[in-house]
């Protein structure tokens, strides 16, 4: 009965505007921040190596901005998921490098789309299953209601869901060698086994290897991609950029590298406060930093 009534509630929401929900969701991202001591501590601690190019003042400024727009990242998930996908899909004001997409399709090649938890990132699956068919990596969330909610959210056009386990890795394979498009979250900590230590804004982050395995056993293309979350409710813009990998380092660390350069244009709709830096059970303890690869500088303030 209690996840009925949640669920209920979650699609009466979507019935409010975007603007309001965004205002909304700035209050909830201010509970949160006062709340939960360890959010906040986390937030603080993982944004402070990206912000340190700037003055107290600016990084301040950021913080604030940061911790609206992660409430708002959960309060507009009704709209997204529970709205009717052609008025979902047209609060997508632009695309760029969207070609780059069609033109990889077109040579027959699968595309792997890289999409880091900045902005609407949930956006970007809905719009290119309108456009390919597409298969996404999907972690079931513990709650039941949640995964109903969030399996009708996202399943939506030309989507499929593939969970993380072995099965849902087949699934990627066969998408990709059909010349099709699959989504993964770069920046999310694989399970120990699955992934490799490398610097993630000046720290060790244990970050996935499958994207690598993925691009040499399939010929498949690798694209960054986030959706900016515009202000007052006015919608997003989606940001396509290819990805060339050199076998002068290690895959996971040139990723890590474009993850950096792409939030760095957008560092105040990141999600700071995920554990980006833990220790998965059963993964090798991180380096020293003194045995870590250098990592390039791959934006400053002034790329901002």
Request: glycine residues 8%.
């Amino acid at each position: 009965m209690r996840s009925l009534l949640v669920i209920w509630l979650f699609k009466l929401s979507s019935r409010l505007p975007l603007t309001v929900l965004h205002h909304i969701g700035a209050i909830l991202g201010w509970a949160a921040f006062y709340l939960s001591p360890t959010y906040a501590q986390r937030l603080r601690e993982n944004s402070q190596s990206a912000w340190q190019n700037y003055s107290a003042h600016e990084a301040n400024a950021m913080l604030h901005a940061n911790i609206a727009e992660m409430g708002k990242s959960i309060s507009e998930l009704p709209w997204v998921w529970c709205r009717p996908l052609t008025e979902v899909l047209q609060s997508v004001r632009a695309c760029h490098g969207l070609a780059h997409v069609e033109a990889a399709r077109a040579r027959g090649q699968g595309v792997i789309i890289l999409t880091p938890h900045l902005g609407c990132f949930e956006m970007i699956a809905l719009y290119l299953a309108e456009r390919a068919p597409m298969t996404s990596m999907y972690r079931p969330p513990k709650l039941a209601w949640l995964d109903q909610i969030t399996r009708l959210g996202r399943g939506r056009g030309q989507m499929s869901l593939a969970r993380t386990d072995i099965g849902g890795v087949r699934a990627l394979y066969k998408t990709l060698k059909r010349g099709e498009v699959i989504g993964l979250l770069p920046d999310q900590v694989p399970t120990g086994g699955e992934g490799e230590w490398a610097n993630f804004f000046g720290r060790p982050a244990y970050t996935m290897t499958l994207v690598g395995r993925l691009v040499e056993s399939c010929n498949a293309v690798a694209m960054m991609c986030y959706s900016e979350r515009l202000p007052e409710g006015r919608g997003y813009v989606i940001h396509i950029s290819p990805l060339t990998f050199s076998a002068a380092s290690p895959v996971a660390l040139q990723i890590n590298a474009a993850l950096e350069q792409t939030i760095r244009h957008c560092p105040t709709q990141y999600l700071w406060a995920y554990n980006r830096y833990k220790i998965p059970q059963g993964a090798p303890p991180p380096p020293t930093d003194t045995s870590m690869p250098p990592l390039v500088n791959s934006g400053s303030k002034a790329a901002l």
